[in-house]
């Protein structure tokens, strides 16, 4: 039996370091140069080729690198039965949390603005704070964590998802509510998982309705956003600016409007990495309970898309 990484475009060496000292009985294969596929028991994706998980006869598991399951809930070649697990780590949520708050301050001391009255050597004093109500679309344990954080810093903050959550501490509403909780937020994060109903959620019928000149964080999902809606809404002053860290294409093409839009700060999808010290240890203890047919932790709905 041996545990296959499949992560295309990814250095896999730290995870065969981390996996040989955990378990070094474990045979690993590393895609593309996987010899032995019958052997094949269990799968560590980041964005596998669709379809090559049917190589495996035997497969019984699949781990996600990350928190995000939708690369591997998008191929629809991968049997209900097997079960898929993903990684949740404190680490990814503190890295998030630090990102989000960054750019919410980044908004709300305007740091755009006066980095392009440097440029102009333009010395203006006014206004230098701008009133936020940060609305988080999806509060599962970043959105939450993110919630927590601007909270003890004194903004006020607004939850969104898709379930009934009855004991939730913070103003929370529904996808039936949409509407009501865009006009009560001027900054909206999204860290909604990416399923059916919440891809391309992030457009113009959504911004439309938004109060002036808010402000966007997309840390999420690339495919969250309709991007050339985007640029429309910050055209029209639906939106002021936007904070990216995901995109529908990754790397971003270099012919991209994105790259000379000054309304919008990128960065290249870093806003929380998996740590391989934090997740390999999850990924063995998941491989020993599927051989003593116990339950496992961080099991995926496929159902719910998380």
């Not at 896999?12 to 070094?24: D, G, T, Y």
Request: glycine share 4%; proline share 7%.
């Amino acid at each position: 039996m041996s545990l296959a990484i499949i992560s295309p475009g990814k250095n896999p060496e730290v995870w065969i370091k981390e996996f040989r000292a955990l378990a070094p009985d474990l045979d690993l294969e590393v895609y593309p140069e996987i010899t032995q596929p019958e052997k094949v028991e269990y799968v560590f994706l980041w964005q596998h080729p669709e379809g090559i998980l049917s190589d495996f006869p035997n497969l019984k598991l699949i781990s996600s690198m990350g928190a995000g399951v939708d690369h591997i809930l998008r191929d629809k070649s991968i049997p209900s039965s097997i079960p898929i697990v993903r990684i949740v780590d404190e680490k990814l949520t503190f890295s998030m949390t630090n990102y989000v708050v960054m750019a919410v301050l980044n908004y709300h001391r305007q740091t755009a603005r006066y980095q392009m009255n440097q440029t102009k050597k333009v010395w203006d004093m006014s206004c230098p704070e701008l009133d936020v109500t940060v609305g988080v679309m999806g509060v599962g344990a970043l959105g939450k964590d993110v919630m927590d954080k601007l909270h003890s810093m004194g903004f006020p903050v607004v939850g969104f998802g898709f379930s009934e959550k009855s004991d939730f501490e913070y103003p929370y509403y529904t996808k039936d509510k949409l509407d009501e909780f865009l006009k009560e937020v001027n900054v909206l994060v999204c860290l909604l998982p990416l399923t059916p109903d919440t891809e391309n959620i992030l457009n113009s019928e959504l911004f439309e309705k938004c109060n002036p000149n808010t402000y966007l964080i997309n840390v999420a999902r690339g495919k969250h956003l309709v991007e050339d809606d985007l640029i429309k809404a910050l055209d029209d002053g639906h939106l002021s600016g936007a904070m990216l860290d995901v995109y529908r294409e990754e790397p971003l093409p270099k012919d991209h409007p994105f790259w000379e839009n000054w309304k919008i700060a990128m960065t290249p999808h870093i806003a929380s990495v998996t740590n391989p010290q934090a997740a390999a240890p999850q990924v063995i203890e998941n491989i020993k309970r599927v051989r003593e047919n116990r339950e496992l932790v961080n099991v995926v709905n496929r159902t719910r898309g998380y």
